[in-house]
Each structure stands twice: as structure tokens, then as C-alpha cells.
């Protein structure tokens, strides 16, 4: 594990000209939770990995820590819409993994964006802050968070294609949360849709072969 900038991350490198895919690991989980999709996604191009971890320890069981990129209350996740709500922790967090990617020094262009749960949400923070339009877009299993600070933000990424998908049945955020997000982005004028699929708050198989299709769709679009 390495350390760029504050934050700490796993990566794989395979050659310079290849862009990089940044995943953001969900709450609890730590930077290796979600390295092994690397070896999953089917992708017929060459790319570089980085998971980076979360900045904040957390609770999750007896005598277990994980890690998180703000803190989340159980009760929060009781919420039906929590689209306007900014969680305290979120803006130091978006700063200091922008300060990660330029330390990465590499340009945005050739950086895709993704993250699940919690992750996704963080990824969608740092791709609409970010000072030039990133590569590629990724939500897995995310909701819509902090709109109104959002919302002005879309009009630097209107046209730009993004992968969604979520469960039907997920218990931990619900599939309304997805259509918000959904509807969030297609009407600031983003292209893309939900994947739907019969399950809970995971990445399946199926999604992951639709996720290899849209990387490599990104890859060869943005490669100069």
C-alpha cells in the first residue's frame, strides 16, 4: 500500500498511456474490499487500478475497525430521501483525494471515476468538482446526496456518459435513492440509465460484464 498526498491506496500499474480506474470502497470496507474486481471486470484494454482507503476509522464490529470517508449514524440510513443533505466530513474528504489525483499526476482526462455505496458517493463529489471532466463515471450501489451544491455543478458535464446500477431489493439503500440519483443526472443533462438487478446492495456478476462494456467504451472515446 502506498501514500499519495494523505491517502493511502492499493494500485496495479500497467503502462503509462493506460488511463487509470479509481474505485472508492463503501462505508466500513477498507481500500482491499473491492481490488478483487480488477481480476473480475472482462476488460479488453489495458488499465491502471488505484483503491484508495477511506480517511476515517470506524466501528464495525467487536474488536473491528473499518474504514469510511465520513461518519454515518445508523439512523441516518433510516432516511427515504437524503438528497439534501451534506454530510459534515464530505468536503475534506472531496479535498484530500483531489489532492490524491494530482499527486498521481496524471491528467483528469485520462482518470474514471467510480465508487460503491458510500464510495459512489464520493466519486460523484469528486468527478463534478473536479477542474476538468474525468474520463469515465461509476456508481454502484450509490444514492444522491448534497443536490443543491451539486446541481450547479452539471452544466461542465452535460453530454458526459455514466454506468449506474443497484439492486432492487437492497436493504441498505434503497432503489428510490438510485431513481433520485438516476433522475439527477439525465435531467443535468448526463447520459445513462440504472441497471436494475434482482438483489441487494452487492455488485453481481452481470453488472460487471455491463461495467467491462462502458470502461471500454470510456477508454477508447477519451484515449487521445
Known amino acids: 500500500m502506498r501514500k499519495l498526498a494523505k491517502v493511502y491506496c492499493l494500485d496495479e500499474y500497467q503502462e503509462d498511456t493506460a488511463p487509470w480506474i479509481i474505485l472508492f470502497h463503501g462505508f466500513g470496507a477498507d481500500a482491499a474490499d473491492l481490488a478483487p474486481l480488477k481480476d473480475y471486470i472482462p476488460l479488453t484494454q489495458k488499465a491502471n487500478w488505484l483503491f484508495p482507503q477511506g480517511l476515517l476509522d470506524v ?3 467487536p474488536g473491528w475497525t473499518g474504514k469510511a470517508w465520513w461518519p454515518l449514524s445508523l439512523a441516518s440510513l433510516q432516511i427515504d430521501d437524503f438528497s ?8 475534506k474528504a472531496r479535498q484530500e483525494l483531489m489532492a490524491m489525483i494530482d499527486a498521481l499526476k496524471v491528467p483528469w482526462s485520462k482518470i ?11 466519486a460523484l463529489e469528486v468527478y463534478l468538482h473536479a477542474p476538468e471532466t474525468p474520463a469515465g463515471l461509476v456508481l454502484l450501489s450509490g444514492s444522491l446526496i448534497d443536490k ?3 446541481k450547479p455543478l452539471m452544466v461542465r458535464r452535460q453530454g458526459e456518459r455514466f454506468f449506474q446500477s443497484h439492486g ?10 438510485a431513481r433520485r440519483l438516476e433522475t439527477f443526472l439525465t435531467q443535468g ?8 438487478f434482482p438483489g441487494g446492495h452487492e455488485i453481481p456478476p452481470q453488472t460487471l460484464q455491463k461495467l467491462a462494456t462502458y470502461l471500454d467504451q470510456q477508454i477508447s472515446v477519451k484515449s487521445p
Do not use: H, R, Y
Open 189 to 196: 443533462g448526463m447520459k445513462g440509465s440504472c441497471l436494475a
Open 84 to 91: 439534501n443533505e451534506k454530510p459534515p466530513g464530505l468536503e
Open 168 to 177: 432492487d431489493n437492497d436493504p441498505v439503500l434503497s432503489i428510490k435513492g
Open 59 to 61: 466501528p464495525i464490529g
Open 112 to 122: 474514471i471515476l467510480g465508487g460503491f455505496s458510500q464510495g459512489a458517493m464520493m
Open 148 to 150: 443543491e451544491e451539486l
